[in-house]
């Protein structure tokens, strides 16, 4: 599965971003799937993950409360809306199927990148 990350952008302290990873097939709607960041010099973390169908959502303590995870099956489409953006969510954020990321056979696009400025 093809995934395609966009939305990403420069916005000030406090702003609103609003990620989308588009899948080409529909395969996708079976797959857990995930909202993972990485940032110069770091590790790739897992910032938000959602089930399948879409009805449970987890995310990392950093982001909680802030940002939300979502999916539109229809649409092989997920989403990821973060408000109250912090500088230190500056990162390329990527999609990915979460069980394959945990098997480490992942393949990464592109991302979308996210500057948040102080």
């Known amino acids: 599965v093809q995934l395609v990350e966009s939305g990403g952008g420069l916005v000030q302290a406090g702003g609103s971003l609003r990620l989308s990873c588009a899948a080409s097939?529909?395969?996708?709607?079976?797959?857990?799937m995930g909202w993972y960041r990485q940032a110069p010099g770091k590790q790739r973390e897992l910032v938000a993950a959602i089930s399948s169908g879409g009805g449970s959502t987890n995310y990392a303590d950093s982001v909680k409360g802030r940002f939300t995870i979502s999916r539109d099956n229809a649409k092989n489409t997920m989403y990821l809306q973060m408000n109250s953006l912090k500088p230190e969510d500056t990162s390329v954020y990527y999609c990915n199927a979460v069980r394959t990321v945990a098997r480490g056979i992942a393949s990464w696009g592109q991302g979308t990148q996210v500057t948040v400025s102080s």
């Open positions: 097939r529909s395969t996708f709607s079976i797959n857990a």
